[in-house]
């Protein structure tokens, strides 16, 4: 047993949520997170930098606030536990001390007799997350946001031509106790810009295109003043396409901000073109107006969403290529 919530779980006592400020409580703190991380239900510290591709980097800080009491809140629904507004009780600590991540919120990733090509594609999306060191939400009441580029419906490799609506908007639930993956969402979309603003870009050192990786970055705003979306409000990383050639490559200047306007957002009711045009300059872009609705109805549903209207979504960009390399 772990020697900091053991020091916790024998105090033999509630503790106030206010009491995890204190220095001497630090250790403990950052172990019940640690805790919590593992289990799924605790977004990690998410970071990058021009070398290294965003992904998580740490489980904890130490600092209690409101996505811990949240992930606590999602434990004790969970495991079945009273969860407490004012403090965190012998019970929940007892609890979270002796729960195995690995039973508890299982993640079903390996193909089955039985599954549909949307089961076995979602795991297939699982299973590279894990590989790649990528956080997942594992309760049913959290929804993981994934962007596979270059891929159709199926999960096959497409040309990912330029221009064109070849990449997927995923989104992915674990369905609890039987860690069973649900696709919810799997609609057209791309990750790139279109011709026109890679053409003639808002930046003077080329048009955005998103670097591979998981993000913690946006919440939920408008996009362009009027659309409904999810909007940036973290960092991310970008690939300047400087010379235009539609691609990411090593030429590429990188950029990092938290203010790139790189949004979640659509096109416009009953739009219908094979071509992107000028519906993205670098943005994550669903082709269906009407299924990006959707999109933004299902996410908000999720728990960490539901118990704080300024969560952060996470969000992961995987490239098709890499993911055609895991047996299918």
Known sequence: MNTSIQSLFNIGRNIPWDEFRQPSMRSMAIEMQVRLCDLGLLDPIVDGNVINPFRPVAKADGIVGLNTRNALFEFSRMAGVKYHDTY???????????????????VMAQNAQGDTTATRFAKRVLRYLSRKGYWIGRSPN??????????????????????????????????????????????????????????????????????????????????????????????????????????????????????????????????????????????????????????????KRDVRYQRNNNYLFMTAVIAGDDLAKLEP
């Open 88 to 106: 965190v009780s012998f019970d929940q600590i007892r609890r979270l001390s002796s729960t195995n991540p690995m039973s508890f919120l299982p």
């Open 142 to 299: 959290m929804y993981n946001i994934v962007y596979v580029e270059g891929v159709n419906a199926d999960g096959r490799p497409n040309a990912d031509r330029f221009n064109e609506w070849n990449d997927r908007r995923l989104v992915i639930r674990i369905n609890q106790p039987s860690g069973r993956p649900e696709l919810l969402v799997n609609d057209q979309a791309t990750t790139e810009p279109g011709d026109y603003y890679t053409r003639y870009p808002l930046n003077p050192n080329g048009a955005a295109r998103i670097a591979f990786g998981q993000y913690k970055a946006w919440k939920t705003g408008l996009h362009s003043g009027w659309q409904p979306a999810l909007v940036q409000r973290g960092n991310v990383k970008l690939h300047r396409d400087k010379n235009k050639n539609g691609f990411r490559d090593s030429a590429d200047p990188i950029d990092i901000g938290d203010a790139f306007g790189i949004n979640h957002h659509s096109t416009q009711p009953n739009f219908s073109s094979p071509t992107i045009g000028r519906y993205s300059a670098g943005c994550l872009v669903g082709m269906r107006y009407e299924w990006h609705l959707k999109f933004l109805e299902v996410v």
